[in-house]
């Protein structure tokens, strides 16, 4: 399995467990894991095609699709 494999994996395993965490101590880890992970989906793009960060960009919007929804409507101007 090649590293950016390894790291995705591991990226699902602490977003998972942030999601165990109550709302208020979500805020900090899980910016850190939303910031990460267009780098981890495009390492995976570069070494294993677009097919496979295809399916990685599938899987984080659907891990965060409320925080990049509120992000969303924020940078419109919207609240």
């Known amino acids: ?8 994996a591991l990226w699902v395993l602490a977003a ?9 101590r979500q805020f900090a880890p ?3 894991l939303l ?4 780098a ?4 995976i793009g570069v070494l294993h095609g677009w097919l ?3 399916i990685g960009v ?3 919007v659907s ?8 992000l969303a409507r924020r940078s419109l101007g919207r609240t």
């Open 16 to 24: 998972t467990a942030v999601a165990f965490l109550p709302m208020r």
């Open 58 to 60: 599938v899987g984080f």
């Open 35 to 38: 910031v990460a992970a267009p």
């Open 63 to 70: 891990m965060f699709r409320r925080p990049l929804w509120y």
């Open 52 to 54: 496979w960060a295809g």
């Open 1 to 8: 399995m090649s590293p950016a494999l390894i790291a995705a």
């Open 40 to 43: 981890l989906i495009g390492w």
């Open 30 to 32: 899980g910016l850190v």
